[in-house]
C-alpha cells in the first residue's frame, strides 16, 4: 500500500527537500506541497492522505493549529517538523494530536522511518524531544488522585498504561509483566480504545496527567 503526504511549511527549499527524500521511495507518494496551514487543511480535505508533515511556524494559520484542524476532522496522522524543540512546542502539539514530532536537522532514513511509523497507526518522537517531554511532566507535581477516567481499566491495563507512560516497548513491557508480546498488544490496544486515546504518545500524556506515574516515577 502506497502512503499517501501531504508536506507543508513556508520554505520553498525545505519543503521540496523533505518531498524529494519521501517522493524516491516504493512506498510512498507526496501527493502535494504547501506553504501555510490553511493550504495544507485544504489539502487534507480535498487528498485524503495518511500522513502530513508539519511546520510548526507558518503563515496565516500555523502548524499547531493545523494539527488540531485536521486532527478534528480527518484520518490523516501529522509530524511536526521544527527547528524549535522547546517544551510549549512539544506539549502544545502532541495535545493539538500530533503523532510525531521531528527536527528539522532529521537524518533522511529517520524521516522516511517516522512517515512509516507514523502511517501504521503508532507514534513516534525525536530523542532529544521525547527527553523533554518527560522532563515537562516529571517536574510537576503529582495529581492527588488518579484521574476517574482510569476506572475503566482492569488491573492488567492500569499497569500496562502505566509501563507506556515510562516509556517501554511492547517487548520492554512483556518481560516487565510476564506475558507474550500480543497479550500486550491487546492491552495497549484495550487502553487506547477505553480511553479514547489515538496512540502511545496521548498514552504517555494520560498517564502523567492523571496522576498515574508521579514525578520522578518515569526513570
Known sequence: MTIRVVVADDQELVRSGFALILDVQPDIEVVAEVGDGIQAVDAVRRLAPDVALLDIRMPHLDGIEACRAISAASACRTVMLTTFDSEEYVYEALHAGASGFLLKDVRRDDLVHAVRVVAAGEALLAPSVARRLIAEYTSRPAAPVPSARLDALTARERETLLLLGRGLS??????????????VKTHVGNVLAKLGLRDRIQAVICAYESGLISAGAAS
Open 170 to 183: 511492547n517487548a520492554e513491557i512483556a518481560a516487565e509483566l510476564t506475558v507474550s508480546e500480543h497479550t
